[in-house]
């Protein structure tokens, strides 16, 4: 599961600039030798991330620092990593589900009809998104996706034993 992006370098000591997708942006930082990065070679390896000092724009981006980075070029090679951890890995959510276990679950509406696939989750800033595919032919149509809020009142609930979400599309929202 992603949970974050290193950004681009940050100064000529090998800081870097991250972007959380974490909730809240800072719990980024508490996952320990759980989170991972590809380095250059490609290898899986440990992103023991430490909060950087200093202020950098974004709500989300944070001053960072990554042991054995430590110049500007080691720093600029990794713009464009992200930070991840192992599905397996992760802790059980708090009273939900995570954003990724949502990826091609069946949306329906209460009476069973077949809204399309989720093709992705999206948060613009006024709150979660469900991008969904709708049925075509063989599978499901991602060039003619729609999103429906991923929330109440909208959302009745999400079932991954039967691999679906059922929603209540608002007359508006359709």
Known sequence: MVLGRCVRAHGVRGGLVVESYTEPPEALFGYGGLLRFADADGHDVPALLDRGSGAVRGAANFPARLPGVNDRDAAEAL????FFIWRDEMPPPDGGVYWA???DLVVRTESGEVLGS???????GAGPLLEIAPPSGDGYDRKRSFYLRYGAPELVRVDLGRGEIVMRPLPWSQ
């Open 101 to 103: 276990d949502l990826a």
């Open 79 to 82: 713009a464009g990593s992200e």
């Open 118 to 124: 989720v093709a992705a989750v999206q948060d613009f």
